[in-house]
């Protein structure tokens, strides 16, 4: 059973910048399609950025992201630490959202998933809430 656990979320002024967290537990992280979504009150879940995975450490993974974010957030991961992590800076108050990481397996090497029905575990969300 993989098990994700989300971290880093917190109040901050339009301009800044949080680093979410996602540690996964449970299974073999590295061949997991990895996504960020988040949700904001009265919103439906909507997908922020995803990151596909590799066979070998050297191969180039594949990222994507949603329009609004593009150029302000960048997903990353760490196969070692078993972490995916979304660096978010500029923050704007219409990000004010819980961000929840996900995981996909199996996943297709490359490919990256931008639907919540594409992925089976999902963490708890951490929020992040952005003031103006």
């Known amino acids: 059973q993989v098990q994700l656990v989300e971290s880093g979320g917190g109040l901050v002024q339009a301009g800044g910048s949080l680093r979410l967290s996602c540690k996964a537990s449970?299974?073999?992280?590295?061949?997991?399609?990895m996504g960020w979504f988040r949700q904001a009150p009265g919103k439906e879940r909507a997908f922020v950025a995803a990151?596909?995975?590799?066979?070998?450490?050297?191969?180039?993974?594949?990222?994507r992201y949603a329009d609004s974010v593009k150029g302000r957030f960048t997903i990353s991961r760490d196969n070692a630490k078993n972490t995916v992590s979304l660096e978010t800076n500029s923050l704007k108050p219409e990000d004010t959202a819980v961000y929840y990481c996900?995981?996909?397996?199996?996943?297709?090497?490359?490919?990256?998933?931008?639907?919540?029905?594409?992925?089976?575990?999902w963490g708890q969300g951490t929020q992040v809430t952005v003031s103006s």
């Open positions: 990151i596909s995975w590799a066979p070998l450490a050297w191969n180039t993974v594949s990222t």
């Open positions: 996900a995981a996909r397996f199996p996943a297709s090497t490359g490919t990256v998933y931008l639907r919540t029905n594409e992925y089976g575990y």
């Open positions: 449970g299974g073999t992280f590295s061949r997991y399609a």
